[in-house]
């Protein structure tokens, strides 16, 4: 044994490799200049002692009390480490402290890690610093790399500090730990809060990164703003709610992305500008207490709703609307959508405020369906703009677990606007037959021009009614059906192409199923005209089966349109169009049916279809004709 109980000045090696040497450092200090190394069995013992290593240490033994500082001063110079549970341990000097991998076991510091400026530790990434006691860090942490993890998971309350760099830094500690003498550290890539609160201040602070990262659990929280470089993500992750916090900045520059992934969503604190992408896989509550912050996406992204189901309650507000796309805002089902340009107007920012389960503002009208819509908007000038724009709005509603629709007919519901110079409410638009999901209730209504209190509620000058038209394709057309040979070579797109005649449907672009249904022979647009030349058209894009029947693309039942009077036509890529000779009124309760293969309903008569058979009893059948519908010399 070798016992060492004062002051050794320098030693070049200390080596030990007997099963029984031991190394007993009790209160005195060891210099080792060269090489520190303990295989096999041999143990070092540093009972309050300190020793200095300036070489290289390779040591088999999983702890090391005392205090072990690695000191090596030569620059281009690698300083190997052993990874391995040490009390007390410091790094200083220009030599790189380079941890070596230990498949066993992760470098941990219990009591005290600290480094000197200019020094720099490397680890690699399969590997942790653990600390559980104070940490003095004014060294670099893998200057080259974005990685490198510093996990703080003491079980008591701990102290950090220093002018040092980290590059992943994570708080695992339920007791949490204080920044102290002035902090000043920073982290560049990510600070990871698992658990306890990091306790900063604004005098004991540390800094971020330019483009770091904060992850915060449902466990772990920051007490105060850090220092944000030019931007920062935010990530929340968990079991539980979380209330937003200081890991948020103000600054409405500098929230990159933010994704929200904890099961019981978040609950802001504050309005918030997200720069880049927004990733909703809960609920997001910006109107908690009725405080009303806004949730701003400043991007041309739409935010991923990762659950369907979740949503933004209370005000959500984009900065960089798109033309010709859904610009999604509060729920996968509530956008605004303008199909050119010319038609935002002078709109350049727009603010949906939807309120779930809550009576329509402003006059809390038990009639509607329970939750209120505000829309609001500005022009560049940050002055509002009330009119003069053309979209489509979507709008959703709850219907489980809780049921929002508290009115009997639900096919009968459609958008509506709060008037204030009448008090009362009015169809706005013209409102598509809702649709529902497991969970949801949804529509859109076309023709918006106008900003203000919204609200789901019964039709009250219209109801939908269910149409059934039949037709027949000259081209398909074989003894008395239609064949359905394009679905059968997988040849029918699951979106209408972009060609005529479904262009004509302002909503084709978002016209798209899974799987095309048996028997479906091609898709076809139905027209409702409400005079045989001007007036109002409504265009029902859907599929044709082999029989001839017309209907919804989406339920496979009769389309559906608005009670009223129409003439009716039919539209199809490569057959000429027919139309109804005479107007027919649709009523509610009263079935509709149209049977356009009888030449004597057209407009034309029988010169507007092909006779493509005729009966024993002498009845005819006519088919749309094969042609070319538009002009360019191909059929």
Not at 379 to 385: F, I, K, L, N, R
Not at 529 to 551: A, E, M
Not at 580 to 607: C, E, H, I, K, W
């Amino acid at each position: 044994m070798l016992c060492i109980l004062g002051v050794v000045p320098g030693l070049a090696q200390l080596e030990q490799n007997s099963d029984k040497a031991v190394v007993n450092n009790t209160g005195g200090k060891i210099v080792v200049r060269n090489s520190l190394k303990s295989t096999n069995k041999a143990k070092i013992e540093n009972k309050g002692g300190l020793i200095i290593v300036e070489g290289n240490a390779e040591i088999d033994q999983d702890t090391l009390t005392g205090r072990v500082e690695y000191t090596r001063d030569l620059n281009a110079m690698v300083q190997s480490v052993p990874q391995l549970t040490y009390m007390d341990v410091h790094f200083s000097g220009q030599s790189e402290k380079l941890l070596t991998p230990n498949s066993s076991r992760y470098f941990v510091a219990v009591d005290t890690l600290s480094s000197a400026p200019g020094t720099s530790i490397l680890v690699r990434d399969e590997y942790e610093i653990i600390t559980k006691g104070r940490v003095q860090h004014d060294g670099v942490i893998n200057p080259a790399q974005l990685t490198g993890k510093v996990v703080m998971d003491g079980n008591k309350s701990q102290l950090v500090h220093g002018t040092g760099e980290f590059k992943l830094l994570e708080l695992d500690n339920s007791s949490g730990a204080d920044v102290i003498n002035g902090g000043g550290f920073k982290v560049f890539t990510s600070l990871e809060l698992t658990r306890g609160e990091l306790r900063n201040t604004t005098t004991n602070n540390c800094s971020l990164g330019d483009s770091a990262l904060i992850i915060r659990s449902t466990q772990g929280s920051i007490a105060v703003d850090p220092s944000f470089g030019k931007n920062v993500s935010v990530r929340y992750i968990g079991n539980g709610s979380i209330v937003a916090g200081p890991e948020l900045p103000s600054d409405s520059t500098v929230l990159q992305t933010m994704r929200v992934e904890n099961s019981g969503g978040l609950t802001l604190s504050k309005s918030v500008t997200v720069n880049d992408s927004l990733y909703i896989g809960a609920t997001i509550d910006a109107e908690a207490g009725g405080k009303g912050f806004v949730l701003t996406h400043s991007s041309e992204d739409n935010p991923l709703y990762a659950d369907t189901d979740a949503e933004v309650i209370g005000s959500m507000r984009r900065t960089k609307l798109i033309a010709g796309d859904k610009n999604l805002f509060n729920n996968i089902h509530t956008y605004a959508l303008f199909s050119a340009v010319n038609d935002m107007g002078n709109v350049r920012d727009m603010t949906f405020k939807v309120l779930p389960n809550t009576a329509p503002l402003p006059d809390n009208n038990p009639g509607k369906v329970r939750r209120s819509i505000i829309i609001s908007a500005s022009d560049v000038s940050y002055q509002p703009v009330t009119n003069n724009f053309i979209a489509t709005i979507g709008y959703g509603w709850k219907i489980s677990p809780l049921d929002e629709t508290t009115v009997a007919n639900r096919d009968s519901l459609v958008l509506q606007r709060y008037d204030k110079d009448s008090s009362d409410w009015y169809n706005v638009g013209s409102s598509e037959q809702p649709r529902f999901s497991t969970t949801w209730g949804y529509a859109f209504a076309t023709n918006v021009d106008k900003t203000g209190f919204f609200a789901i509620g019964p039709d009250g000058r219209s109801i939908k009614v269910p149409v059934l038209v039949y037709a027949l394709l000259e081209g398909p057309y074989r003894n008395g059906n239609m064949v359905a040979d394009l679905r059968a070579r997988n040849m029918i797109p699951l979106t209408p192409p972009l060609i005529y005649p479904y262009d004509l449907d302002p909503n084709r672009a978002f016209i798209k199923v899974d799987v095309i249904p048996d028997s479906v022979v091609d898709w076809v647009v139905v027209e409702f005209r409400t005079q045989l030349s001007g007036g109002r058209r409504h265009y029902k894009t859907g599929f044709i089966h082999q029989d001839g029947s017309i209907v919804d693309y989406m339920t496979n039942k009769p389309i559906y349109v608005d009670s009223g009077t129409y003439y009716v036509a039919v539209h199809h890529r490569n057959h000429l169009a027919i139309m109804t000779q005479d107007a027919y009124t649709f009523t509610p309760g009263v079935p509709s049916v149209l049977d356009l293969y009888r030449g004597g309903m057209l407009l034309g008569g029988a010169n507007a279809a092909k006779l493509v058979d005729v009966s024993m009893a002498g009845s005819q059948t006519f088919a749309m004709i094969a042609g070319d519908t538009n002009g360019d010399g191909k059929v």
